[in-house]
């Protein structure tokens, strides 16, 4: 809806966006004109004013650092975010580039899995613990078979 209104002859409805209707209510506007002109040629035209979208929940980042400090290795993590945050920098949309990475280090930021003691901790590797833990206890893990070097 680039110029603020959009016309569905199939359910003979216009909706307009909420800058449009605000220049529509000033008599003799561009915008008053169009719906008159609308009004005139659809007598049944029904008007809605378009969906306000909700807005994204912006992260920022000292939202960011909070999570990485729940993490047992929350000093590796943190360096890694400084050194994320300084080659931001340097791109056209710094933030986004920050966020973008915070998104694929932390998928489960949302719905974190806490350990026994309190620490966040990544569902990827809660499960490959948990996997081999399973194989410990069940006697599967082989012992290693040396393997000779090439001569």
């Known amino acids: ?4 209104y959009n016309y569905d002859a199939l359910s ?3 909706t307009i966006s909420a ?3 605000k220049k529509a209510s000033k008599v003799g506007s561009l915008e008053y004109n169009i719906i ?5 040629d659809f007598p049944d035209l029904t008007i ?3 969906a306000k ?3 994204e929940k912006k992260l920022n980042y000292h939202q960011m650092e909070e999570f990485i400090d729940m993490h047992r290795n929350a000093t590796e993590l943190r360096a890694t975010f400084e050194k994320v945050k300084k080659l931001s920098h340097i791109q056209s949309m710094p933030y986004r580039y920050v966020k ?3 998104e694929r280090t932390f998928p489960y930021y949302d719905n974190p899995a806490m350990d026994d003691d309190g620490f966040v901790v990544d569902p990827m ?3 490959s613990m948990k996997e081999m833990i399973n194989e410990v206890t069940a006697g599967n893990i082989q012992e290693a078979v040396p393997v000779k070097a090439a001569a």
Request: hydrophobic share 35%.
């Open 53 to 55: 979208r909700e807005a």
């Open 36 to 40: 008159l002109k609308l009004r005139h």
């Open 125 to 127: 590797t809660l499960n």
């Open 100 to 102: 973008n990475w915070f």
């Open 19 to 21: 800058s449009f209707a």
């Open 48 to 50: 809605q004013q378009e």
């Open 1 to 4: 809806m680039t110029n603020g």
């Open 12 to 14: 003979n409805t216009l």
